[in-house]
Nanobody
Framework: QVRNVESGGGLVQPGGSLRLSCIPSGSFSGIYFAAWHRQAPGKARELIASIDSTETTNYEDSVKGRFTISRDSANAVVWLQMDNLKSEDTAVYYC??????????WGQGTQVTVSS
């Protein structure tokens, strides 16, 4: 199964920033919805940010005002800019895409750790 490829995770201090990237599998032009999810240890996976083909975005309350999702059609990338990171943002972050050609795809995740 071809998967999306996430990158950009790492260790950052509280208040710092990271930018995650997602290279979707298949044709980028067919993607009508993309989202970032995260799963913290011992917790369920949660959807934190999404963007659709009209560029409409939605955010989970805990990240609103700190995270920004965007899609770059020219470079076929979905971004998640994360600012003012907090320890509670520590999690594995996953990229989901939905395509008219290939259905739903997920990546294997990228670890984000916020710690001093």
């Amino acid at each position: 199964q071809v998967r999306n490829v996430e990158s950009g995770g790492g260790l950052v201090q509280p208040g710092g920033s990271l930018r995650l990237s997602c290279i979707p599998s298949g044709s980028f032009s067919g993607i009508y919805f993309a989202a970032w999810h995260r799963q913290a240890p011992g917790k369920a996976r949660e959807l934190i940010a999404s963007i659709d083909s009209t560029e409409t975005t939605n955010y989970e309350d805990s990240v609103k005002g700190r995270f920004t999702i965007s899609r770059d059609s020219a470079n076929a990338v979905v971004w998640l800019q994360m600012d003012n990171l907090k320890s509670e943002d520590t999690a594995v972050y996953y990229c989901e895409t939905r395509s008219i050609h290939s259905g739903t795809s997920w990546g294997q995740g990228t670890q984000v750790t916020v710690s001093s």
